[in-house]
C-alpha cells in the first residue's frame, strides 16, 4: 500500500485519494487529484510520486525517472521515491543506476512493506538474490494481508532452494487472492504430484475461467502439463501444453525470420578479430539454447574455490548496444550485430566488466550463463579475448521438447518461438547452423561444446575437461555442485539442487508420437535421421 499522510496539509487528504485511485488502477481519477494538489503547490513531491507510479503502470519508464527525480529535487530523503525510481531503471535495464538508487532507498533504512517489496524485486532482478530475501520478509512480515507480497516472497524462497517454505508463501497468496494463478503453477512446479496426491482436478478446474486470458491460461495449463509429466500421462502433458500455448502464440505474432535473421547475422561476426579486446578479464560464459543443461555447469563450475557465478546477465548485449548506437527497438538484433564491426572492442569488454564489477562486485574469475550470449559468442572473444565460452549442447529432439515444455517469462521476446512447437524445431535447426559455424570458426582453446548426455554419463571426466578449459585446477567439491548453496534464478531451481540423474535423458522417446511434427523438421534439416525416430 502507498505511504499515506506525505504531503503538505492542504494537499494531504487529496492525495490520499489519489493514492486510493491508484491502488484500484483508476488512473484519470489518480491523474486528475494530482495535477489539482500541483495547481496548490507546484512543489508537491508526492504529486510527482504518485505521477511517477501511473506512469510507469503504463511502461513509460524514461519519463516516471524523470517525476521521481522531480519528487527527490523536493525531498531527497524519501526511500519510497528511490525505491521506485529504481525499479523503473531496472526496466530499462540500466541495472548499475537502479542499484545505486536502491542501496540509496536501502540507507535510509525504509519501513513500508511497499517500499520493502519494491527493493526486493530490484535486486531480485539484478541479480542480488541473497540480498532480495530479507526485503521480501520484512515486507510480509509487515503487511501479511498483501497476496503479491507473499508471491514474491515465495518466488525468492524457492530461488534459495527453499522450497518448503516457498510452499507455505504460495499457498499463503492463494488464501489471500484465490485467482492468483502465478501461485498456484508454482506450487505445482515444485511439487511432485503423486497418483495419491495431484492437483489435476483443481487446474482442470481454474482452467475453463482463465481460457480467455492468455498469461492465465498459459500458466494453469502449463501446469496441468507438468502434473501429467510426473504421473507419466505424456500424450496428456502434450495435449495441455497445446491448450495452454495457443491464445498467447495468437497474441505475440511471432515471426520465425526474426530468429533465422539474427542467426545469419551472428554467423558473419566471425569474421571480427580474436585478437586484442580487453585484457587481463577472464569470465566464463557458460551459453546455448534453454534447458540444455547450463544451470548444470553452471553449479558444477561454480562450486569450485575460484569462481563465482553471476547469474543470467544482459550486460554483455546491453553494453553492445549501447556503444553500437542502433535505434531499433531490440537490445539484440540484426541491426546490432552488423554494427558490431564499428564497434571499439576493447571499450566494448571494459564497459561489460565495469558493469558486472559496478553492481555485483564481480572482477575475478565469474560465470555469466545467459543462453542467449552465445549469439554474440564471436564478438565476446573479440572484446574479450581471455575468456572462455561453454556452449552446452543437447539431443536435439529433446532440445526441443525441452524448450516447448518450458514456460518462459511471457515479457521477455526471444523465447517466444516455445509456444509453438514447430517453430521450437524451426529455431532448433537455426541455433545448431550458427553454434556449428562457431565451432568451425573460433579458436578451440577459447570455444567450445559440451553435450548434457556426456556430462550426465561422466561427470568427473566432463569436468576436469572444462575446468582444464577454463585454465583451473581439478576441485572434487565440483562433483557435488547439488550442495552448492547459491541461489538458482532459473527455471531448474528445483532440480540442481538434487543429485545428478539420468531420467531427462531421452525423454523425447515417451513424447515421440506427438513430437512427430517438429520431428519432421529436425530429420528434414539432418540434425536427427530415421533410425533414431524407429528405435526402440
Known amino acids: 500500500m502507498l505511504t499515506k499522510n506525505w504531503a503538505s496539509s492542504p494537499n494531504r487528504a487529496l492525495l490520499d485519494r489519489a493514492a486510493e485511485f491508484l491502488s484500484r488502477k483508476e488512473y484519470q481519477k489518480a491523474h486528475a487529484a ?3 494538489a500541483l495547481q496548490h503547490d507546484p512543489a508537491e513531491a508526492r504529486a510527482f510520486y ?4 501511473l506512469t510507469a503502470d503504463h511502461a513509460n519508464h524514461a519519463k516516471a525517472i524523470d517525476l521521481f527525480d522531480r519528487a527527490l ?4 530523503h524519501r526511500p519510497d521515491v528511490l525505491a521506485q525510481k529504481a525499479r523503473n531503471e531496472m526496466a530499462l535495464l540500466r541495472r548499475d543506476a537502479a542499484v545505486r538508487s536502491a ?8 519501513e513500508d512493506a511497499f517500499t520493502l517489496d519494491t527493493l526486493g524485486v530490484v535486486y531480485s532482478r539484478a541479480g542480488l538474490h541473497d540480498r532480495s530475501l530479507d526485503f521480501y520478509r520484512r515486507a510480509t512480515a509487515t503487511a501479511p494481508d498483501i497476496a503479491a507480497y507473499q508471491y514474491n516472497f515465495g518466488a525468492a524462497l524457492q530461488f534459495a532452494g527453499q522450497m518448503d517454505e516457498a510452499r507455505t508463501a504460495y499457498r499463503r497468496c492463494l488464501e489471500l487472492d484465490p485467482s492468483d494463478t502465478r501461485a ?3 506450487i505445482v512446479q515444485i511439487t511432485k504430484q503423486t497418483e495419491t496426491d495431484n492437483q489435476i482436478v483443481e487446474l482442470e478446474t481454474v482452467f ?4 480467455d486470458n492468455a498469461d492465465d491460461a498459459l500458466r494453469i495449463g502449463h501446469a496441468l502439463a507438468k502434473a501429467h509429466e510426473d504421473l507419466n500421462h505424456p500424450a496428456e502433458a502434450m495435449a495441455w501444453l497445446a491448450k495452454a500455448k495457443a491464445a498467447k502464440w495468437t497474441d505475440v505474432k511471432h515471426d520465425a525470420a526474426f530468429d533465422d535473421a539474427i542467426f545469419a547475422a551472428a554467423e558473419k561476426t566471425t569474421a571480427l578479430p580474436t585478437a586484442g579486446g580487453h585484457a587481463g578479464a577472464r569470465p566464463i560464459f557458460i551459453v546455448g539454447m534453454p534447458r540444455t543443461g547450463t544451470t548444470l555447469v553452471d553449479r558444477i563450475l561454480s562450486s569450485h574455490s575460484e569462481v563465482t557465478s553471476a547469474g543470467e546477465l544482459a550486460d554483455f548485449g546491453i553494453s553492445l548496444k549501447q556503444l553500437a548506437g542502433t535505434r531499433s527497438n531490440y537490445v539484440l538484433d540484426v541491426e546490432t550485430l552488423q554494427s ?3 564497434v571499439d572492442m576493447p571499450e566494448l569488454g571494459r564497459m561489460y566488466m565495469q558493469r558486472v564489477e559496478a553492481t555485483l562486485g564481480l572482477s575475478g574469475r565469474f560465470i555469466d550463463k545467459l543462453p542467449l550470449n552465445a549469439i554474440y559468442a564471436p564478438i565476446i572473444l573479440a572484446a574479450l579475448p581471455e575468456a572462455r565460452i561453454i556452449c552446452l549442447r543437447r539431443h536435439p529432439a529433446d532440445t526441443v521438447l525441452s524448450n516447448y515444455r518450458q514456460l518462459f517469462a511471457t ?8 509456444l509453438n512447437l514447430e517453430t521450437t524445431a524451426h529455431y532448433y535447426v537455426g541455433f545448431d547452423r550458427m553454434v556449428r559455424h562457431f565451432s568451425a570458426s573460433l579458436p578451440a582453446d577459447r570455444f567450445t561444446q559440451v553435450h548434457y548426455e556426456d556430462v550426465v554419463g561422466d561427470i568427473e571426466g566432463q569436468t576436469r575437461r572444462l575446468l582444464d578449459f577454463c585454465g583451473l585446477p581439478f576441485e572434487v567439491q565440483c562433483l557435488d555442485f547439488h550442495q552448492n548453496a547459491a541461489p538458482v534464478a532459473t527455471a531448474s531451481s528445483a532440480q540442481v539442487r538434487e543429485p545428478l540423474y539420468t531420467r531427462a535423458l531421452a525423454r523425447w522417446k515417451r513424447y515421440e508420437a506427438d513430437l512427430a511434427p517438429a520431428l519432421d523438421i529436425l530429420e528434414a534439416n539432418g540434425c536427427i535421421n530415421s533410425v533414431e525416430r524407429s528405435g526402440p
Open 50 to 53: 504518485l505521477l511517477g507510479i
Open 411 to 418: 515479457r521477455f521476446p526471444y523465447y517466444d518461438y516455445a
Open 34 to 36: 494530482c495535477m489539482e
Open 184 to 186: 498456484l503453477a508454482a
Open 103 to 110: 542501496d540509496a532507498a536501502t540507507a535510509l533504512a525504509p
Open 208 to 211: 475453463p475461467s482463465v481460457a
Open 340 to 342: 558490431a564491426a564499428q
Open 73 to 76: 529535487t523536493v525531498s531527497p
